[in-house]
């Protein structure tokens, strides 16, 4: 391939092996100490190398990857899967996932039912709340 070196920067590598979708969330992650390269919190100019371990905290989930291959030009998702070792931990299953109370934008504050329904979501007392004493009954 003629994008091979010997050593590339660490951010153009991220995004050319497509853990991240753009170069610029790639260096901002690595400015944002969310990127190691073997142990080391690293800014976006540092050289990597074949056989490096590079860990990744983007989306809400690690990414631990061994580079098997440089590359500085961004490629398929088949030829990218070639150019490093996966030792990422499984994503969490679905059903794991918090959910989030949702409300539709503009629909103004929630109702005392729907605060309450809330309230059961997120685990707390329905008596309590963040900012309400507990009713004396």
Do not use: F
Request: hydrophobic fraction near 35%.
């Amino acid at each position: 391939m003629s994008g091979e070196q010997a050593s590339t920067r660490v951010d153009i590598w991220i995004w050319s092996v497509r853990l991240t979708r753009t170069r610029s969330i790639a260096s901002d992650a690595c400015r944002g100490g969310h990127v190691r390269v073997n142990g080391v919190r690293v800014k976006p100019a540092h050289v990597v190398r074949a056989g490096d371990e590079i860990r990744l905290r983007h989306e809400g989930r690690e990414r631990i990857v061994v580079v098997s291959r440089i590359i500085t030009k961004r490629v398929g998702a088949p030829v990218a899967a070639e150019c490093y070792v996966d030792k990422s931990p499984p994503p969490p299953p679905r059903e794991e996932a918090v959910m989030v109370a949702v409300r539709a934008r503009g629909a103004g504050r929630p109702t005392k039912r729907e605060r309450r329904s809330i309230d059961r979501l997120l685990g707390r007392s329905v008596a309590e709340g963040p900012d309400r004493r507990p009713r004396s009954e």
